[in-house]
Nanobody, 127 residues
């Protein structure tokens, strides 16, 4: 079972990046999938997730309207499209998945609730 994140890089403020996360050993369509980020000296925070019960995406307030999470069931991959990037978006970004998630809408942003994690990919936004 593995998640492999990719797509990070250096981008100017206002620019865009798309992160990808490939899953192997399990199917993403059966799991709650989430994206997190961690800046230096900060705790890991939830960016957003897809609820596998209805396929809807939910986002943290600080990325609403700028970031979009999607999933390609045929490829067993998930994506994070990031637009209008800001310097404060600079962080290591992680994908995560969990098959059995209780109280999802209340607890989705807790990293401890996710069993599977990608290795992280660095996103740096210059001003």
């Amino acid at each position: 079972v593995q998640l492999q994140a990719s797509g990070g890089g250096l981008v100017q403020s206002g620019g865009s990046l798309r992160l990808s996360c490939a899953a192997s050993g399990f199917t993403l369509v059966d799991s709650t999938i989430g994206w997190f980020r961690q800046a230096p000296g900060e705790e890991r925070e939830g960016v957003g997730f897809i609820d596998n019960r209805d396929g809807r995406a939910h986002y943290a307030d600080f990325v609403k309207g700028r970031f979009t999470i999607s999933r390609d069931n045929d490829k067993n991959m998930m994506y994070l499209q990031m637009n209008m990037l800001k310097p404060e978006d600079t962080a290591v970004y992680y994908c995560a998945a969990e098959k059995d998630f209780e109280d999802l809408l209340r607890l989705w942003a807790l990293p401890s609730r996710y069993k599977y994690w990608g290795q992280g990919t660095q996103v740096t936004v210059s001003s």
